[in-house]
């Protein structure tokens, strides 16, 4: 029966491809080099192979017997255009998972999958023509075309439906559900029909659904489909829609919609998903398939064998090194090695990915290499799953050992796990070890002889037990060289001066991690760059040098270049950036703090994706270096992609899904150098770029500098450091009194700065002001008093007392004259913007005639003579705004700034890059969001602090409180 139901797809492709001659595999039969077996259950196996002729391959598969314990089940997201990585799949479902693979080819725009997806039995999407694979509720596959036909009847009605949840096709009949999970893509002039189905009915492949008219509109009136309602979308010729009865519809009228299958396989399946390569039939490659696909890469396919027996197969590739990857006629010839009679891909590059739960272990892991280093958001995954219930009785034991490959006459820790017939974990405790060959102490500790070898190690609980096969090797092909704290590879080493480096060598046969004793690696270095002990621990020399640091074993042998010098270089701050333009874009310094991160420039790039790209050439950036790449981005929300293109290979950084600042990392230790950067997408916008730097630690830094700062007898002193340079070179530091700059001694061995004060009759603000490489910036200030003759009678005693009287000295604030004759400050009294605005240029020293006129408010008479000026000028400084009113611009001078207004203002004086702190106060909730990033780092600083319990945003700033800002930012 089956070879009869196949015989219509062996007849299509033969059709299609010409009879172009089966594709002969390119490399006679492979022998593996290393083979690996693990049962999870009874029914479930997983097999990890590695070749090396001509080239490594690496393929995982899991082969599972139908009818016992595991059930096939398709998982998607909230709808079919969701994606989602295996892990995120995995917890779509009440089970638990045992094992699973990525499923069909789908459009990577939108998420919808190429061909059929069937699950629990209701159909959510159409075939499209395509072959597939179903699963019978016994759990037994099939591979075929389904051959969908769906029709639409009623009286005086016969409407052939096209394809549901499918894009729509000109001049078709398209139904679509609320599995569609958005808006149907439609555009122009359409008939819409809004279909209410009989409640608790499903679609199903066989069935029939009683639905009636509900309404009859337009593709603008038309919503996105509910639960419960169908939607038949159609635009195309008069006569079309005519022949199909449609003119005759009436709100209310009753049809019925059937869906049939050319395979009537198909219609008792519980989960069917789309195969768009069909590979082997009948026990035979297909021909033709390097004419659809001869490239070697990542692939998945699912494969039947005579017995029953399904295999989902993947392997990886596009690793150079590690895996090529296969063509589709190599896969195919591989599955039919396997004793497959039929097999189909589904896709593969970088969606390729194998995950099973392990016997032991609580969650299924990634088992394969997936070809980008992370995990794909995919369509929809195929699993096999298994109820979750408590575990049961002993059934399964894996043992395992971190590392693939034994050195002779090294060690390695052993662990085991068990599970139940349902893959149920089950702790194990006290197992009893044994080993052929070598020796295996009561705590899992195995010592492989002395010579190379195949050695077996067993476990056994209770009545079970687990076997583990691991290959002793005489001696590595390959060392690699790491810090002792990450996984990453050091292709390069920069360090600090006088730093300590714990480095780690691994040692890799055939790119499988070798266990290896660390007595057997010899330790070296070159250059006057430091020394490096026996356990691999490197002390850079006190001053900058470059070498080599060697580690070997046996024969083999890893050098890599060591630089001791700084850690952190800033490509670009764009703090002179030019402008510039190229297609769909164009860019050019910016200057409004609110679009800056890090100092008083970012680069804005104004973008137009009607080509569907816009590209920032980036050739000119420094290219040695640093081992990352980082920089920061000011979103637009716009859902857009953005890329960063390298010589060999183009990277997804991130999706702009949400509005504000993202920090993007780029590994150039493995990319390369960034050549520019790529934005994908539609329609029009604004992106903000800023602080492009080169590092070479694991993480960019992102914490200010740390300052400590002091005074005594007219000298002052401080302490600098930062935690990823260390000393900061004297001329990333700036001090200054009262705003003027002041000299200061400085050693840049120890960071320690001194500076005589200068003579004064008056208080003075001493501020000291860091930046390291990464942007990051920091200041801390002093208020150095001295008697003054207290100029106002209502400050002396006053909190702010002292802030008034340093202000009042440098011609910032004055006060006001009563009747009695004596000026009084009004520590009390509200600040108007007015007032602020002429404090803030005072504070500042602005030419306030340099200004006038450059900003126009539609409220500019109600401005007083004396401020009009200084709201000029901090208007076309950008520091104070107004606000947007049917009337235009207002300024609205004689209201009260509130103190979220004024932490903005004040924010947009200083340099970008400060750190930000939490906000403890219980009415944070009340802050702005336009004013949340000002009051975090004003809070970060200590300026602003609230009254202890509440922080007030939207109360009035007072001029006793306006003192103390001023004052604490000079």
Not at 184 to 197: A, I, K, R
Request: aromatic share 8%; with cysteine.
């Amino acid at each position: 029966m089956r070879s009869m139901k196949l015989t219509a797809v062996l007849l299509l492709l033969a059709l299609l491809l010409s009879l172009v001659p089966a594709a002969a595999a390119e490399d006679e039969e492979q022998t593996p080099i290393w083979k690996r077996e693990t049962e999870i259950t009874p029914d479930i196996r997983l097999t990890e192979t590695v070749f090396l002729n001509p080239s490594r391959q690496a393929e995982h598969y899991i082969s599972y017997a139908p009818g016992g314990v595991a059930r096939p089940v398709l998982a998607y997201g909230d709808s079919i255009l969701d994606k989602q990585v295996f892990p995120e799949a995995a917890a779509l479902t009440q089970d638990r998972v045992l094992a699973g693979i990525n499923g069909d080819y789908f459009v990577m725009a939108t998420g919808m999958p190429l061909g059929i997806v069937l699950h629990d039995g209701e159909l959510i999407s159409s075939d499209a023509g395509n072959a597939a694979f179903g699963f019978l509720e016994d759990g037994s596959a099939i591979l075929g075309m389904p051959g969908l036909t769906m029709e639409l009847s009623g009286e005086g009605v016969r409407c052939p439906v096209a394809g549901l949840n499918k894009n729509y096709k000109d001049g078709t009949f398209c139904l679509y559900t609320a599995a569609w999970g958005d808006h149907p893509p439609l555009s122009g002039d359409f008939l819409c029909v809004e279909l209410t189905q009989e409640e608790g009915q499903e679609l199903t492949i066989g069935g029939e659904i009683a639905c009636t008219v509900r309404s009859l509109c337009d593709a603008e009136e038309a919503a996105k489909p509910e639960e419960g309602v169908l939607l038949l979308c159609f635009a195309g010729a008069e006569e079309v829609r005519q022949a199909a009865g449609m003119d005759t519809l009436e709100i209310g009228m009753q049809l019925t919609l059937s869906i049939r299958a050319g395979d009537e396989r198909f219609a008792r399946c519980r989960e069917a998903l789309g195969c768009l390569y069909p590979l082997v039939m009948e026990g035979e490659v297909l021909p033709g398939l390097d004419e659809i696909d001869k490239n070697k890469a990542p692939r998945t396919a699912i494969g039947i064998c005579e017995d029953g027996t399904v295999i989902l197969y993947t392997v990886d590739g596009r690793q150079s090194g590690y895996a090529i990857g296969l063509t589709l006629a190599q896969v195919a010839q591989r599955l039919k090695e396997l004793g497959c009679v039929e097999a189909g891909a589904l896709d593969g590059g970088a969606s390729t990915v194998l995950a099973c739960q392990l016997p032991g272990e609580e969650t299924p892991g990634i088992q394969n290499a997936p070809s980008l280093g992370w995990l794909r958001d995919t369509s929809q995954f195929l699993l096999l799953t298994a109820p979750a219930a408590p575990a049961g009785q002993l059934r399964t034991v894996g043992v395992y050992c971190e590392e693939a490959v034994l050195l002779a006459g090294s060690s390695c820790r052993l662990r085991c796990g068990g599970c139940d017939e349902a893959g149920a974990p089950i702790e194990l405790s006290d197992p009893v070890w044994s080993a052929d060959v070598g020796t295996v102490d009561d705590s899992g500790v195995y010592t492989a002889p002395a010579e190379a070898c195949e050695a077996v190690v067993r476990a056994l609980c209770l009545d079970a037990s687990g076997v583990l096969s691991i290959p002793v090797i005489a001696e590595p092909e390959r060392i690699s060289l790491y810090r002792e704290d990450s996984d990453k590879e050091l292709r390069q080493l920069r360090v600090l001066p006088g730093s300590t480096t714990e480095l780690t060598a691994r040692a890799f046969w055939h790119q499988m991690k070798v266990c290896c004793a660390d007595e057997l690696f010899q330790w070296s270095v070159e250059g006057e760059i430091g020394s490096i002990d026996e356990t691999g621990s490197f002390t850079a020399a006190q001053k900058a040098a470059s070498g080599y640091i060697s580690v070997q074993c046996g024969e083999a042998v890893c050098r890599v270049q060591a630089a001791v010098t700084d850690s952190v270089i800033c490509a670009e701050d764009f703090e002179e950036a030019e402008s510039g333009f190229a297609p769909g874009l164009q860019w050019a310094q910016e200057t409004n703090r609110d679009k800056v991160k890090f100092g008083s420039s970012s680069l804005r790039l104004d973008y137009d994706l009607a080509e569907g790209s816009a590209e920032l050439p980036m050739e000119a950036y420094p290219t040695e270096l640093g081992e990352h790449a980082g920089f920061w981005l000011l979103s637009d929300g716009s859902g857009n992609k953005v890329y960063s293109v390298h010589e060999n290979v183009t990277l997804l950084l991130g999706t702009l899904e949400h509005k504000g600042w993202i920090h993007f990392t780029v590994d150039t230790g493995l990319a390369g150098r960034i050549k520019s950067l790529r934005i994908i997408g539609s329609g029009k916008g604004t992106l903000w770029l800023d602080q492009l730097i080169l590092f070479s630690d694991e993480e960019p830094d992102m914490e200010s500098p740390v300052i400590r700062l002091e005074a005594e007898d007219g000298y002052l002193s401080a302490q600098v450091w930062d935690r990823a340079e260390g000393i900061l070179p004297a001329e990333k530091l700036k001090l200054t009194v009262d705003g003027e700059p002041c000299l200061f001694a400085y050693d840049d061995r120890s960071g320690f700065l001194t500076a005589i004060l200068p003579d004064s009759t008056h208080s003075l603000r001493a501020c000291l002001t860091a930046a390291d490489r990464s942007g990051n910036y920091n200041s801390a200030s002093l208020l150095l008093t001295a008697p003054y003759a207290q100029p106002f009678p209502d400050m002396t005693g006053h909190w702010a007392q002292p802030y008034v009287e340093h202000l009042h000295s440098l011609g910032v604030l004055a006060g006001r004259l009563a009747e009695d004759g004596s000026t009084y400050f009004d520590p009390n009294s509200k600040v108007t913007r007015a007032e602020f605005a002429v404090m803030l240029c005072r504070w500042l020293k602005v030419d306030t005639s340099a200004y006038e006129s450059a900003v126009s408010f539609a409220d500019e008479a109600s401005i007083p003579p004396w401020a009009r000026d200084s709201v000029q000028a901090a208007a076309t400084l950008k520091l104070i705004q107004g606000a947007a009113t049917d009337q235009g611009l207002v300024f609205m001078p004689q209201e009260a700034l509130t103190r979220a207004q004024a932490a903005v203002i004040l924010g947009r004086t200083m340099p970008g890059g400060r750190m930000a702190s939490d906000l403890p106060w219980p009415d944070a909730g009340d802050i702005p969001e336009w004013a949340r990033t000002y009051v975090s780092e004003l809070a970060f600083m200590g300026v602003m602090s609230g009254d202890g319990e509440r922080f007030d945003p939207n109360g009035p700033l007072t001029r006793a409180q306006a003192a103390k800002l001023l004052s604490e930012l000079t």
